[in-house]
């Protein structure tokens, strides 16, 4: 059984050297939805650095994968949702296959381990668009590992978001867990196929989402150091924690199906730490300060107890994530941006509180932030310049109850400003704003408001008369 071992810096490192600490069975999930995103090597090192050996991933790029080579990080590469039609077609699914697994397992290759077939394809916001192709494409990609010779090693699982099972009114329990009822019969036969190939079934479960939007909800239930009204159980089980009693829930779903032995994967658990109210470092530091003991000894739940194979959400923020389900979308890193670790984290779930590795050799671009232009004369158009840098960056943090929702008037354009300037690689055409905006040499972050400064990304060093005169005539289009 692969084990996690982050490595806990002693004093100097090279002078006093490091110590491996464990929590079995954690991984991470690496998104690379960001605008400027850090090289994928540096990503690696800084994996192999922290003792990571597990990484979860949203797709099979090729510089992704070529990084993990000789790594021996155990990897879970992934189909996105938008090619699970394509998979229905066999050969297509064997050339999938071909080309994002078999040409990396050769010695010193990529570790992969899973094969994840769409991302929570049955959300009900998505209307069903993927009922019908969902279960071909995972038949479809299993049987390619299978006749490839590595079916064995490599098992398809489909990452399922915890709204594909509940319970009814009627018995508001974990052990009355079952599946929805709209797509009970497709979800036993998912649940049949993988027991068939000893795939396991991967739920991700967020105990975030259950406070967000809701009031009502019990705010301490949604962490791991007791609630003070307990949920008991018909069968006489206290559950003090969202995440025991949403777990449970699926056991129950599973053996409800006539499948109460099967693997199961945490394919996603965290928590954000801006662009929500409840989102924040304290209450990221709080969960994972009472998941990870808990994962350290092997705990589980009431209906599971013992070891549960769990990947974080996620590594790293990304800013160019959707923010459709809100504005927290974008902050879901232990990391941030640019690979620095955000707090301390138990990462040996046995009260060692300690800040990971950060990313290593990061290069950014130069100190210089663009802010609102206290000369300015003509304000009649500057609301219309902020709604433009913030649909072409990212505001996120601005928002209510996120960490620069204190900002006066002058801050939140600023902040716009300069998200949109940093984004542009700093060009000092995009630090112009009909002259609202000039650029500044003085580090304008306010408390716990920072005012970034972006990474070098290979894809983004250097500016060109081209990107000037594109933005130039992006700006004059838009207002």
Known sequence: MERLCFFNWVSVVGLLGCVCVCVEGLGVNWGTMAIHKL??????????????????????????????????????VAIPNDQLAVMNDYDRAKQWVQRNVTRYLFNGGVNIKYAAVGNEPFLSSYNGSFLNITLPALQNIQNALNEAGVGDTIKATVPLNADVYNSPQT??????????NDISDLMTQIVEFLSKNNAPFTVNIYPFLSLYGNDNFPFDYAFFDGASQPVVDGNGIQYTNVFDANFDTLVSAMKAAGY????????????????????????????????????????????????????????????????APGNFERHWGIFRYDGQPKFAIDSSGQGQNKFLVPAQNVEYLPAKWCMFNPNAKDLTKLADNINFACTFSDCTSLGYGSSCNALDANGNASYAFNMYFQVQN???????FQGLATVTAQNISQGNCNFTIQIASSSSRGSSAVTSVFITLLILLWL
């Open 39 to 76: 090289p994928p090597n540096t990503v690696v090192k800084t994996l192999k650095d922290n003792g990571i050996t597990k990484v979860k991933l949203f797709d099979a790029e090729k510089s992704t994968m070529s990084a993990l080579a000789g790594s021996d990080i155990e990897v879970m």
């Open 171 to 180: 018995s508001p329990y974990p052990s009355a867990g079952r599946f929805r």
């Open 260 to 323: 109460d032995n099967m693997t199961i994967i945490v394919g996603e658990v965290g928590w954000p730490t801006d662009g929500d109210k409840n989102a924040n470092v304290g209450n990221a530091y709080r969960f994972y300060n009472g998941l990870l003991p808990r994962l350290a000894a092997n705990k589980g739940t009431p209906l599971h107890p013992g070891y549960i194979e769990v990947y974080l959400f996620g590594l790293i923020d990304e800013d160019a994530k959707s923010v």
């Open 426 to 432: 700093q060009d000092e055409m995009a630090c112009n």
